[in-house]
Nanobody, 123 residues
Framework: VQLQASGGGLVQAGGSLRLSCTSS????????AGWYRQAPGKQRELVAT???????NYSDSVKGLFTISRDKSKNTENLQMSSLKPEDTAVYYC??????????????????WGQGTQVTVSS
């Protein structure tokens, strides 16, 4: 399974961006997707995850502002981001896998990762 993330860029604070992650290949065991981000000098952190059954998790910092969704027909995971802030600046990674309950919010729960797309929010 290979993931290709796109949609990053430079946006002013308060603006919106939509990230997409298209997967090629398939693995029947995969049942969840996630978006993580990593800012310079910081650890990779959860943004949002979603099981294919529709259960979502969001970090407190993006809850109500970002929305994770899946277009099954296009094998694409999306992250709609609104009201962006400079602290949202990071490289955003998409991932898919079959996490167990204890790892559903952890990067350890996701086996396949995209290459990352840069999001820069200017003040």
């Amino acid at each position: 399974v290979q993931l290709q993330a796109s949609g990053g860029g430079l946006v002013q604070a308060g603006g919106s961006l939509r990230l997409s992650c298209t997967s090629s290949g398939s693995e029947e065991s995969i049942n969840a997707a996630g978006w993580y981000r990593q800012a310079p000098g910081k650890q990779r952190e959860l943004v949002a995850t979603s099981t294919y059954g529709g259960t979502t998790n969001y970090s407190d910092s993006v809850k109500g502002l970002f929305t994770i969704s899946r277009d099954k027909s296009k094998n694409t995971e999306n992250l709609q981001m609104s009201s962006l802030k400079p602290e949202d600046t990071a490289v955003y990674y998409c991932a898919v896998g079959r996490p167990i309950l204890s790892t559903i919010r952890s990067p350890l729960g996701y086996r396949y990762w995209g290459q990352g797309t840069q999001v820069t929010v200017s003040s």
